[in-house]
């Protein structure tokens, strides 16, 4: 069970919140509220310091309890209110890693507890900052600063690392190859298919401005501002879509293996097999052990206060097959709805090792996010020596993983079939 000292009324921290509470609601329109979406209300509610959330009613398959014949049956059952069916899991690829479980009141949604194992968690981070978060793996840093060759991480790791020089201070830099300054602009983008594939293919999709205002900074004030790493296809995020001019960036081996073992491992006709729903398209999930690819992804770094809001996905042309997300480090609260806001979202703790696989045409396209990452919850296994391991190169891993959760997730962008007609080379 989770406790936090934000919820003990004499607690420094719950008074501290207390106060910023009625400092930001001394204004607000008392009915403020009626106004929101159920899912902006959840969003609200769990994210808020003061007053602590009840998480009496997420669902925590750490505490989930019941007997074998249940779990042997495929029943579905209830924890913390929430209806969840165990599934059968293929042996042959799952490893003999714990269970497999669906949500009913999502179709597609299945949650794989602690799928990843201790050892292989800390090899992700290691290379989720190590290796992953550099050239030629675009970041969120990159618009606005000249990265090091060798990473930030690694240069983080130095003692004599020089500043990272800011892109805006580059002598002759023609403003016009950018898109537009000022603030961030919302955008609504088309759900991709193969009909419209050609037109988002072409459309425009400038860089970055990189801003004006940002100073020279040394690696390690830079890494607790680092947000997230793109892994094969590049994501353009000012127009939500794939620029598949760039190439097709490397999806790493080990990452790749986790994933397809996850969709490997799951009786798929267990969660579709008695199911109509529309929307597959030629796509179809009595395949997908055999035409699952994963080809592009994020890997999103979150600190403490840190929160994703909900939204869809959107720009893959494949909208059903699985995108496979792998929690590691501090847990958080991931909320899951359906395909509008107005949908009562479904609240779901998240720990470290945990995968969640989104699939089919309803979960792929509902909306998600992230309200809440759980301070103090990082595991026991991130701080223990483990067996063929130097304890003092993982320290300084150990030391960042305390205050963060980071989260891979990838998916396929095209069906298998799928001719994009793509004249680019892979990066």
Not at 55 to 82: K, M
Not at 96 to 105: H, I, L, Q
Not at 128 to 135: I, M, P, V
Not at 396 to 402: D, P, R, V
Request: proline fraction near 7%.
């Amino acid at each position: 069970m989770i406790m936090h000292t934000d919820s003990d009324p004499s607690s420094a921290a719950y008074k501290k919140a207390r106060r910023q509470h009625l400092k930001t609601t001394k204004n607000r329109t008392k009915d403020l509220d009626a106004e929101w979406t159920p899912f902006r209300a959840a969003e609200k509610r769990y994210k808020a310091r003061f007053p602590p959330p009840d998480l009496s009613h997420v669902l925590d398959l750490t505490s989930a309890t019941c007997d074998a014949e249940t779990l042997a049956s495929g029943q579905s059952f209830y924890c913390n209110g929430v209806e969840i069916k165990c599934l059968d899991m293929n042996e042959s690829t799952s490893c003999g890693v714990g269970k497999a479980f669906a949500v009913p009141r999502v179709p597609g949604l299945v949650i794989l507890p602690s799928f990843v194992s201790p050892q292989d968690q800390r090899r992700l981070v290691r290379w989720a900052l190590r290796d992953h978060a550099r050239y030629p793996n675009e970041t969120n840093l990159d618009a606005h600063y000249i990265l090091p060759d060798e990473g930030l991480w690694n240069a983080h790791l130095s003692s004599d690392a020089p500043l990272v020089r800011t892109r805006a201070c580059i002598p002759g830099l023609s403003k016009t190859e950018y898109g537009n300054s000022g603030p961030r602009q919302l955008v609504s983008n088309t759900p991709a298919d193969p009909a419209n594939f050609q037109s988002m293919l072409h459309s425009p999709k400038p860089p970055p401005v990189p801003s004006p205002t940002v100073s020279p900074a040394t690696p390690t004030a830079l890494i607790s501002k680092l947000r997230w790493a793109n892994i094969g296809w590049s994501y353009h995020w000012g127009s939500k879509q794939y620029d598949f001019t760039k190439g097709k960036g490397h999806v790493d081996n080990e990452v790749g293996v986790i994933c397809k073992r996850a969709v490997s491992s799951v009786n798929w006709d267990e969660v579709f097999g008695q199911t109509d729903e529309e929307g597959w398209g030629d796509e179809h999930w009595r395949s997908w052990h055999e035409t699952y690819e994963p080809d592009a992804g994020i890997v999103n770094y979150y600190q403490i206060k840190d929160t994703l809001m909900a939204h869809v996905d959107r720009s893959e042309v494949c909208a059903t097959s699985p995108l496979v997300s792998i929690s590691l480090g501090n847990a958080a609260i991931f909320l899951i709805g359906g395909l509008t806001r107005d949908v009562e979202p479904t609240a779901i703790i998240l720990r470290s090792g945990d995968v969640v696989i989104m699939s089919g045409p309803a979960c792929r396209r509902a909306y998600h996010g992230v309200p809440r990452i759980l301070e103090d919850t990082l595991p026991e296994h991130f701080s223990l020596k483990l067996d063929g391991e130097a304890f003092s190169s993982w320290k300084s891993f150990e030391l960042y993983m305390q205050t963060t959760r980071i989260n891979i997730n990838v998916r396929q962008v095209f069906p298998k079939g799928f001719n994009p007609g793509l004249q680019v080379e892979s990066l």
